[in-house]
């Protein structure tokens, strides 16, 4: 059990490039989410998948972001044409389907910063 | 929509003392789960408690409690002996069961020497 591993933990970007980030969940894990986290806020749900289905998306995935899980194992979430406003930590998380209210496990978080 | 309130922004303790984190939900449903998770300076956000709602019995993980009162929508976190490695931003957190949590706005915890 490696952890949840993000990848870059960090990326300046200009406004208007497009970005994608990279998140390898714990390995057993059937459920991975993405979040958005800004200064002085808890992070707000964006999107989930179990294996390689996307169940849900937030209001806050507007259609610039785009996420996906190919072989229900790592997961992407791009995001094009960027604006400032997009500037935050991006957190990936994991988990194990039960019965309900499983512990997530977090990685570390990308930190964007748009330019 | 569930919401989330923390009212304290910051919150200090004595090492060694005790002291309680205040969290308050909104919520329709009557069978949910509570989580405190804790985001040291690292970001990585760690699970310290959680509660099932259905359970009338406080959770309680070493030095880590919490007072859940259902009726009032109140879940508080108390940590005893307070350590210098308990420094770090709190947040509460609510889900009804598919995992998809709503975090409060976080209490950052100092710990004082």
């Known amino acids: 059990d490696t952890g949840v591993s993000q990848d870059p933990r960090h990326k300046i970007t200009k406004r208007g490039q497009n970005v994608t980030f990279r998140c390898d969940p714990i390995s057993e894990h059937n459920r991975l989410y993405w979040y958005r986290q800004t200064l002085g806020q808890g992070p707000e749900f964006l999107t989930y998948f179990q294996n390689e289905a996307q169940l849900e998306k937030s209001r806050l995935l507007s259609d610039r972001f785009s996420a996906e899980r190919p072989k229900g194992s790592f997961s992407t979430l791009e995001i094009q044409r960027t604006e400032q406003g997009d500037s935050a930590m991006y957190l990936c998380?994991?988990?194990?389907?039960?019965?309900?209210?499983?512990?997530?496990?977090f990685g570390s978080g990308t930190q964007l910063s748009v330019l | 929509a569930q919401t989330v309130t923390q009212s304290q922004p910051e919150m200090s303790v004595q090492e060694a003392e005790t002291v309680t984190l205040s969290c308050t939900y909104d919520t329709s449903e009557s069978d949910y789960y509570l989580f405190w998770y804790k985001q040291p300076p690292s970001r990585q956000m760690i699970l310290v408690i959680r509660q099932e709602a259905y359970k009338q019995q406080n959770a309680t993980e070493n030095r880590f409690s919490v007072n859940f009162q259902k009726a009032a929508k109140s879940f508080s976190l108390k940590i005893s002996d307070s350590q210098l490695g308990d420094a770090a931003m709190y947040f509460c957190a609510y889900t009804f069961g598919n995992e998809k949590l709503t975090f409060g706005t976080g209490t950052r915890l100092t710990i004082i020497p």
């Open positions: 998380a994991s988990s194990l389907s039960g019965r309900g209210g499983e512990k997530l496990f």
